[in-house]
């Protein structure tokens, strides 16, 4: 217990759960990682236990062991912010008795995760109803593609099944733009919400079009091919899923890496932020009418771009990372046309700024889609929406990774929760951007850019976060023989898009979509499409077409 | 191709869009809208529609078992069916490709599509990750042939 | 819109320098560069629809025989234009007869080895060698005999 260090808080948490789960509790303390075995009888009273302490929820992994243990593990993580410990709570479950009760009504945030594991791994929830998340509903029961014993030659039968498709009435499925890229350009999701007397009074939501089986890929691959299979879970923050791979591999593994490398490594996710971003403003402007703030962005977003290329070689994916450090060095000779193309950047978007927040289709934001506090910390929500709301979370502050650790930046906070401060928090979180990267740049240290002599662990579990333009993204692995075993990504629009219902209610059909936008949803990242079904009593729900949305009134 | 040559010229000046993503990263959909603004530059006007009024079908992504059903009911109602499948998910799948959720890209999906009677007048790859804008309007061009291929099959021997 | 220097185009593979050695197959995260095995001969195939332009073939080509351009137009019409074949005659095991190597990877690999070497040993597939080695251990321990065929 003394290796806690100056965990006082922690120290009082363990003994009161330890006293709780009685003489043989099994606790295991690995670095900032704290492992508690709980029988599943004691799960909902320790959850409480924790809850109490004001521990945050992270994410929920479940882990097929039936080859080596004969059993299933499933994994609870929280994270106290103070002193900085993963708390990670391991129910074990047998191959032949896979249930376990529900959290989901102690965790908001867990309830599409349990629902996921339904899915995937074939755990039945106690206390709840798990229709399909991330399935299609024609899917096969019994057959579940996480589980060790699936192997991936099951698509075939799968592809004789797609004759059933023709008669779920797909026509009558409409397709919404959503998406932080472009309105028309549509990713696949579809919205129906039901109005009273022309207000939302709910969400009815399909998805997970773009579920992939990301987590089953990996365990085929090599650990140095996965870094670029991460690169591609999304291709507007691909690069912090990158980052935060090699990040969990070296932290499993013990790997020391260079100064080097972790500010090369700095300066490109600064870039992605800013790429992120203006893509994000531009599109917002354009669907609050105002056409002339769309265009300007756009250009500054290309010389970013341009910024990009000359740093890593392609304008997206960059494709630099592996556990250890980056594969290509930056160009001496080019760092001083970086920083002139940095500093035209930021007197172009200082003049557009200033002229678009005095424009009147901006004032129309003021207190549409309100999440209050309270509402967003029981989720919890993550990145600019949860700052917006008055929750003072960023991981490159409070917990510093890469170089962070070596700049000094404001993180904005708002308290109205509305879609004007969501707005405010990302045009701030710009500027800190831009005077990072100018600090990065000039300040990056001499020496090597990847380790050498390193040897791979197995059997390590390693839990690592990295702040995306869209909030809090966690990686989760657990390391095999020579491969990876298990691989969990949570990222940050799954947090946010389930506190969607409660931004919606109330709002009327025109303020619907800016909500929608506001939470800067990444649909690649989430994988997966949510179905909130909602149907209360006496409502007329109404699926409203495409152009009724974007009609401005 | 069902259309004549003075109907492609046509097109040329004004062209209707139908954009689907099948499950792709969003990395090819960013470049595909940054294309169009080129294109704009050069006084063609494109505008994004619904099936029944499309010109042409712009496809990413690996074609996700899940969103296979939406692609097959809207190609069936498009008029000229003229597809241009885009970056490397679209093309072969990519990385995705040996997946148990992804049919592994268009070229697989064609396949089922042949096997239920729809088909295709044309189709342009264009391979990238992400694909360049330019080569999307390259793809462009060779479907409305004003361009030859840009690759050619080549074989050597060692 | 223009293309830097930088800029991570298309690998392209020398005939000439390539010895067959599959390292590019091996390391290729996506898998657009595959191997085919046909009765005497070996295709190591490069699918352009499914490359990520992530170069890691050229940084691990051990006989530099592959080079990075910054090229980026392949829209094609026509399903077979996103291959490139390159065909390499193989040998066959002289002990069992078995298709097991590429013929320039052995000469390859003569030219790499000082004159005294048992050139014998290389047209040899590494099952064979590996049950003629205990073979011989067998016998020099007594356990076996030789077989005089």
Sequence with gaps: MDMLGSGQITFKLINNISEKIGKNSNIIINGKNIFIYVNKKMLRDIISILINYNAIPITMVAYDKSFDLGKFQLYYIFFLNKEKYFIILIVEINYNDLKVSSVADLIKGFDWHEREIHDLMGIEFEGRVTPRLILPNEYPHGIYPLRKEFSENFKILLQKNIDNYKETGAEKIMIVPIGPYHPELLEPIRFELCLKNDVVVDVYHEGFMAHRGIEKISERLNYDKVSFLAERICGICGFCHSVCYCQAVEDACMIEVPERARFIRSILLEVERLESHFLWLADFFHLCGYDKGFLEIFKIREKIMILAELLSGSRKTYGLNLPGGVRKDLNPDKVKKFLEIINEVEEEYKKIIVESLARPEIDLLKGSGILPYSEANSYPVVGPVARASGINRDVRKDDPYAAYQNVSFKVPIYTEGDNMARMMVRIEEIYESINMLKYFLDNVPQGPIMAENWEWVPNKISIKRVEAPRGENVHFISTGITKLDRWKVRAPTYANIQALPVMLKGENIKNALLTIMSIDPCIACTERVTILNFTGNGFKVSTIPFDALTRRG | ?158 | MFVTEEFRGRPLVDPEKCVGCGSCILVCPAGARRLIQEEDRYILRYFIGQCIFCWRCVEICPEKAISGTTEFFFATDNWEDLFIDIKHKTVKCSYCGKTFVPQKLIINTKNKLPSEFDFDRLDICPDCKKNIGALKISISRGIAYEDRK
Excluded at chain 2, 41 to 69: D, L, S
């Design chain 2, 1 to 158: 191709m069902r259309t004549e040559n003075n109907k492609t010229k046509s097109l040329q000046k004004q062209c209707n869009i139908f954009h689907v993503n099948t499950g792709s990263c969003n990395g090819c959909d960013i470049e595909v809208l940054d294309a169009i603004t080129i294109w704009s530059a050069e006084n063609v006007e494109v505008k994004f529609v619904e099936p029944q009024n499309a010109h042409v079908a712009i496809i990413t992504g690996p074609m996700t078992v899940k969103a296979f059903k939406f692609v097959l009911e809207a190609i069936k109602k498009m008029p000229m069916r003229l597809i241009i499948a885009v970056g490397a998910c679209a093309v072969g799948g990519g990385i995705w490709r040996s997946s148990y959720s992804t049919l592994g890209g268009f070229h697989e999906a064609l396949k089922l599509l042949n096997e239920q009677g729809i088909k295709i007048d044309k189709v342009v790859y264009v391979p990238g990750c992400p694909v360049r804008p330019e080569s999307v309007i390259r793809g462009f061009k060779i479907l409305f042939n004003e361009e030859r291929p840009s690759i050619k099959y080549q074989s050597f021997e060692a």
